[in-house]
């Protein structure tokens, strides 16, 4: 772990110094892949070219705590990631996720929860294309969790596609409760572009068949 860490730091004075969002990215994609690399997991990437090419909104399976720094490896610049607001008051991590754009959101508190909706919301309806894990957590089991329906309110109230995305791979390589990083690989999977009411379950059906993992 103590190259997460180091690599992490660099990302952060980096950030700190260069001001266009899109490049701070660019540079915590890099950061990403290499810290994949050097931890000995090998990345594959599939389907990219299935991306809408107008703003969207991705959602995928959350298996584990490397899923966001595998998704930031393998999505273009673009895309910022929604965040449960916990990972905002870690300082490191905080000060980093803020520096790129990322959107927190309060699940406890009605009051603040609406305010971070309608926040992101407005980025979406401006164009910003997103980054959900719409299970909020991830459970010690295999499986595909309930999708909350924040990212697929924000995609019909944005007029924006969902893009249904499978990380395989990642619960081997960190399983939950575990900070010990194991050889393996992973393949971020690009599945399809989907709109309408019923791109909730659709999705989430596409990625637990993707995956060959339950619903829970």
Same mark, same amino acid.
Do not use: Y
């Given at each position: @772990?103590?190259?997460?860490?180091?690599?992490?730091?660099?990302?952060?004075?980096?950030?700190?110094?260069?001001?266009?969002?899109?490049?701070?990215?660019?540079?915590?994609?890099?950061?990403?892949?290499?810290?994949?690399?050097?931890?000995? @997991?090998?990345?594959?990437?599939?389907?990219?070219?299935?991306?809408?090419? !107008? $703003?969207?909104?991705?959602?995928?399976?959350?298996?584990?705590?490397?899923? +966001?720094?595998?998704?930031?490896?393998?999505?273009?610049?673009? =895309?910022? =990631?929604?965040? &449960? &607001? /916990? @990972? +905002? /008051? @870690?300082?490191?991590? +905080?000060?980093?996720?803020?520096?790129? +754009?990322?959107?927190?959101?309060?699940?406890?508190?009605? &009051?603040?929860?609406?305010?971070?909706?309608?926040?992101?919301? &407005?980025?979406?309806? !401006?164009?910003?294309?997103?980054?959900?894990?719409? /299970?909020?957590?991830?459970?010690?089991?295999?499986?595909?969790?309930?999708?909350?329906?924040?990212? =697929?309110?924000?995609?019909?109230?944005?007029?924006?596609?969902?893009?249904?995305?499978?990380?395989?791979?990642?619960?081997?390589?960190?399983?939950?409760?575990?900070?010990?990083?194991?050889?393996?690989?992973?393949?971020?999977?690009?599945?399809?572009?989907?709109?309408? $009411? !019923?791109?909730?379950?659709?999705?989430?059906?596409?990625?637990?068949?993707?995956?060959?993992?339950?619903?829970?």
């Amino acid at each position: @772990m103590a190259c997460f860490g180091v690599i992490a730091c660099l990302v952060l004075l980096v950030n700190l110094i260069i001001f266009t969002p899109r490049t701070r990215r660019l540079i915590a994609a890099a950061a990403a892949r290499l810290i994949l690399r050097l931890a000995g @997991m090998r990345l594959r990437v599939d389907g990219l070219d299935r991306l809408p090419r !107008e $703003p969207c909104i991705v959602v995928a399976n959350h298996a584990s705590f490397i899923d +966001g720094v595998v998704a930031t490896a393998a999505l273009p610049p673009e =895309f910022v =990631f929604v965040i &449960k &607001k /916990e @990972m +905002g /008051e @870690m300082p490191l991590a +905080g000060t980093l996720l803020r520096r790129l +754009g990322s959107e927190f959101v309060d699940r406890h508190d009605r &009051k603040q929860g609406a305010a971070d909706a309608r926040r992101v919301l &407005k980025r979406a309806v !401006e164009g910003q294309s997103l980054v959900f894990f719409p /299970e909020g957590t991830f459970s010690h089991r295999r499986q595909v969790g309930p999708f909350l329906r924040g990212a =697929f309110a924000t995609a019909a109230l944005a007029d924006r596609p969902i893009v249904a995305v499978a990380l395989h791979g990642t619960r081997a390589v960190l399983p939950p409760g575990s900070w010990r990083l194991r050889r393996g690989p992973i393949r971020v999977e690009v599945l399809e572009t989907l709109r309408g $009411p !019923e791109a909730r379950q659709r999705s989430r059906e596409l990625i637990a068949q993707a995956l060959d993992d339950p619903l829970a």
